[in-house]
């Protein structure tokens, strides 16, 4: 009989000892926190799942070819790697290093946008959307009407809606729109895979008007992976090939290599056109740095060359897309409502369902996050009424998991613990906002309890 456990395809060399808080300590700490889990100290934290980015744990073939890191600062032959290996798998001619995602954002709608413009996106996420705005576009989103119902099992719910695209362009004007995104997956649409046939049909719009296309491939890797298992016509190609397909419709990318870089941190911006490459380094010496190391020491550049084809391992992506659907499957099991199906790197609480008796007004994210922390030592963090105001659409709660670095064990914590909430679910209480910044307030905000 053929084995079935998936296990995690790799051994633990060097450990870090986590304890977290005492149970006790936790409601003081909390309240001190003005009940936001951001302003919580981590060594406070027992399973931290706050995100997926740049918490991964690094492999000891990254870890030796960081010892090879070339810091010199013109034509250092770890930008050579680095090129080399974003180009084997992206293809793009012209690699363009950054000290993180949002950066190659920035200089992209720098370079590409006029005020009064428009770029549209299956779902910007929130640093793709301030940095488009930022330049003086409207930036659009236009995901697909089953990816706002959280139980829907469609299997490709990051696509973007291409009847409303085509629409938008027609009434707009394509010289009105300079570009188009995809972000895959869509990590603001519950992390949810893009298929192949969204982005050949996305780009044929974009060809029929001269519009080029961008990809936002943060999770490029577990898009492929989706692809594979989801998509007819793919079951037998390698992720590579995949990823290799998704990026040969598309005239460039930006790319936060904290997420499928398997890196703790770093990015790159990618173009097949000369003159906008030369005007994005320009650009790039300003605030970057030289375009062969972009705002990032040699050291950064191998780890990301090394972490970019480890992420498309099979074995990996087999484990790691089953340990996210392991927990989304355990909770969704026991009737806990989470956005269907299991994305690639998050599982997200429906927290509207969990709390019922909770309006979004007084928080219902916020609230089932703290419970999580007070049962069990777990960090979320809130997507809904606190993070977009009156314009939240839901109000969720995610668990992202960072790649490698927790076990199954973990993941039964969690279970766990979510559990327990879900069984004094009615217990719980809203909260309302004591202090709160201008901009991005989750980030800052503090809170306090409703009385009963
Ligand atoms: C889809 C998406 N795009 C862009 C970014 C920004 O990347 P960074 O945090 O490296 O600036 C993120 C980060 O979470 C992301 O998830």
């Known amino acids: 009989m053929a084995i079935k456990t998936i296990i995690e395809p790799f051994r633990i060399k060097t450990v870090e000892p986590i304890h977290g808080a005492l149970r006790t300590e936790r409601p003081k700490l909390l309240d001190a926190a003005g009940y936001n889990l951001f302003l919580v100290a981590s060594e406070a934290i027992l399973i931290d799942l706050l995100t997926d980015s740049g918490t991964a744990a690094m492999s000891t073939d990254q870890w030796a070819a960081m010892m090879r890191g070339d810091e010199s600062y013109a034509g250092s032959p770890s930008f050579a790697r680095f090129r080399d290996s974003v180009q084997g798998i992206f293809g793009f001619r012209h690699v363009i290093p950054t000290h993180q995602g949002r950066a190659a954002e920035r200089i992209l709608f720098n370079v590409m946008c006029k005020k009064g413009q428009i770029v549209p996106n299956n779902t910007h996420f929130d640093t793709t959307r301030a940095n488009c705005e930022y330049a003086g576009a409207e930036a659009l989103d236009l995901p697909i009407p089953e990816a706002k119902e959280p139980a829907h099992l469609y299997p490709f719910k990051g696509n973007m809606d291409t009847a409303r695209l085509a629409e938008v362009i027609a009434r707009e004007g394509a010289n009105k729109i300079p570009l188009v995104m995809l972000t895959i997956t869509n990590n603001s649409g519950g992390g949810q895979p893009v298929s192949m046939e969204n982005i050949r049909t996305v780009k044929e719009i974009c060809r029929k008007h001269g519009i080029p296309l961008y990809i936002d491939a943060c999770r490029f890797a577990e898009n492929a992976y989706f692809i594979k298992l989801r998509e007819p016509g793919y079951a037998h190609k390698t992720p590579l090939e995949i990823a290799r397909e998704m990026f040969s419709h598309a005239d460039g990318c930006t790319m936060s290599a904290k997420k499928d870089g398997m890196a703790n941190i770093g990015g790159f911006l990618c173009t097949n056109d000369d003159i906008l490459a030369q005007q994005e380094k320009d650009l790039l010496i300003l605030t970057e740095g030289f375009p062969t190391y972009g705002g990032l020491a040699g050291r950064d550049l191998e780890a990301i060359a090394v972490g970019l084809n480890e992420a498309l391992e099979e074995e990996y992506l087999k484990y790691r897309i089953a340990s996210t659907a392991f927990l989304g499957n355990h909770i969704a099991g026991e009737g806990v409502p989470i956005v269907q199906p299991p994305g690639g790197h998050a599982i997200y609480l429906d927290a509207r369902a969990f709390l019922p008796h909770i309006p979004p007004a007084q928080f219902p994210?916020?609230?089932?996050?703290?419970?999580?922390?007070?049962?069990?030592?777990?960090?979320?963090?809130?997507?809904?009424?606190?993070?977009?105001?009156?314009?939240?659409?839901?109000?969720?709660?995610?668990?992202?998991?960072?790649?490698?670095?927790?076990?199954?064990?973990?993941?039964?914590?969690?279970?766990?613990?979510?559990?327990?909430?879900?069984?004094?679910?009615?217990?719980?209480?809203?909260?309302e906002i004591t202090h709160q910044a201008k901009f991005l307030r989750h980030f800052t905000a503090r809170l306090k309890p409703i009385p009963n």
């Open 365 to 431: 994210g916020v609230a089932l996050a703290n419970e999580l922390y007070l049962e069990g030592g777990i960090r979320s963090v809130e997507i809904g009424t606190l993070m977009f105001g009156e314009h939240a659409q839901m109000d969720l709660v995610r668990l992202a998991i960072p790649r490698r670095v927790y076990t199954q064990s973990h993941i039964e914590y969690v279970v766990e613990v979510i559990l327990e909430v879900w069984r004094r679910r009615e217990r719980i209480r809203g909260y």
